[in-house]
T-cell receptor
Framework: KAGVTQTPRYLIKTRGQQVTLSCSPI?????VSWYQQTPGQGLQFLFE???????NKGNFPGRFSGRQFSNSRSEMNVSTLELGDSALYLC????????????FGQGTRLTVV | DQQVKQNSPSLSVQEGRISILNCDYT??????FLWYKKYPAEGPTFLIS?????DKNEDGRFTVFLNKSAKHLSLHIVPSQPGDSAVYFC????????????FGQGTRLTINP
């Protein structure tokens, strides 16, 4: 069974640009969450999608947005990039409902220059 | 306000001995807890979880203990192996049914031969 797939693995963008990251969850999983990891702030929750609906949102500005498609694949978009957005962005896949285990992808390393 | 804390940034243990990683939390509304292992530039790997209604969960070499009155959980690894060297994150979930993981800052475990 394939794991969580995130693309691309690495990305370099310029300040002011926008970026879209993609996440394909484990087959059959309906919940996709996004997290940002930085050396200073650690792992922080961005948002969760379940059945194409955003169910939870973390404390990030509106420049961070996401969506989920009918096949459960999810995209995360960051507009007007800032240097501080440089981070490892992680996607977590979960079956949904009451189960607990969330399985993470390898992440996308975004560098803003 | 750091709701999940791992007060030891690092821990060094001899191969074959027990590794004990600790985590404290402040929010009594957390409904389940998870431990993840992480290598640099990779996504976290799920290890074990425990519901807030239990006080112990065991899976092979890994055991998690939860002390709700003290708002404390610990991960025991017995026996410790060199491949266990990694950063370990404690995470707590805030919303029943949905997912919003709050992570600790991590503890770097080094297993010495």
């Amino acid at each position: 069974k394939a794991g969580v797939t995130q693309t691309p693995r690495y990305l370099i963008k310029t300040r002011g640009q926008q970026v879209t990251l993609s996440c394909s969850p484990i087959s059959g999983h309906r919940s996709v969450s996004w997290y940002q990891q930085t050396p200073g702030q650690g792992l922080q929750f961005l948002f969760e999608y379940f059945s194409e609906t955003q169910r939870n949102k973390g404390n990030f500005p509106g420049r961070f947005s996401g969506r989920q498609f009918s096949n459960s694949r999810s995209e995360m978009n960051v507009s007007t990039l800032e240097l501080g957005d440089s981070a490892l962005y992680l996607c977590a896949s979960r079956l949904g409902g009451g189960d607990t285990e969330a399985f993470f992808g390898q992440g996308t390393r975004l560098t803003v220059v | 306000d750091q709701q999940v804390k791992q007060n030891s940034p690092s821990l060094s243990v001899q191969e074959g001995r027990i590794s004990i990683l600790n985590c404290d939390y402040t929010n009594s509304m957390f409904d389940y807890f998870l431990w993840y292992k992480k290598y640099p530039a990779e996504g976290p790997t799920f290890l074990i979880s425990i519901s807030s209604i239990k006080d112990k969960n065991e899976d092979g070499r890994f055991t998690v203990f939860l002390n709700k009155s003290a708002k404390h959980l610990s991960l025991h690894i017995v026996p410790s192996q060199p491949g266990d060297s990694a950063v370990y994150f404690c995470a707590a979930n805030l919303f029943r049914g949905a997912q919003k993981l709050v992570f600790g800052q991590g503890t770097r475990l080094t297993i010495n031969p």
